[in-house]
Nanobody
Framework: QVQLVESGGGLVQAGGSLRLSCAASGGTWRLAAMGWFRQAPGKERELVSAISWIGSTTYYGDSVKGRFIISKDNAKNSMYLQMDSLKPEDTAIYYC?????????????WGQGTQVTVSS
C-alpha cells in the first residue's frame, strides 16, 4: 500500500504562488498515475491535475489550466504542484492521491490533505 504525505499549503494573497509537494513511499512500482484533488467547503472533491507515473502525460482541470503546473521526480518518489496566479476560489484542502489504473481512473491511496487559503 502506497503512503502519501503532502506539504506546502498555507495562506497567500490573490495573485500569489504556492508549491505543493507529495512524497510517496511503499509500493510505488505499482503506480500508473498520481494526482492532486481539492475539496472546498460545501463542494464535491474535484481532480485538479494528474500526471502519469511512467512518462509525463498530464491532465489539468479547466479551472487551473495555464496557472498550475504538475511535475514529478520518480527518483524521489515525489510529485509537485506549482500554483501561480492564485484566486480566492482556489481555497480548499488539497489532497495528493495515487492510482494503479490511470490518471482518470480510480485513486486508491490518499494523503492527509493540506490547506490552501487564498485571501482577496
Amino acid at each position: 500500500q502506497v503512503q502519501l504525505v503532502e506539504s506546502g499549503g498555507g495562506l497567500v494573497q490573490a495573485g500569489g504562488s504556492l508549491r505543493l509537494s507529495c512524497a510517496a513511499s511503499g509500493g510505488t512500482w505499482r503506480l500508473a498515475a498520481m494526482g492532486w484533488f481539492r475539496q472546498a467547503p460545501g463542494k464535491e472533491r474535484e481532480l485538479v491535475s494528474a500526471i502519469s507515473w511512467i512518462g509525463s502525460t498530464t491532465y489539468y482541470g479547466d479551472s487551473v489550466k495555464g496557472r498550475f503546473i504538475i511535475s514529478k521526480d520518480n527518483a524521489k518518489n515525489s510529485m509537485y504542484l506549482q500554483m501561480d496566479s492564485l484566486k480566492p476560489e482556489d481555497t480548499a484542502i488539497y489532497y495528493c492521491a495515487a492510482s494503479r489504473l490511470g490518471m482518470r481512473r480510480a485513486y486508491d491511496a490518499w494523503g492527509q490533505g493540506t490547506q490552501v487559503t487564498v485571501s482577496s
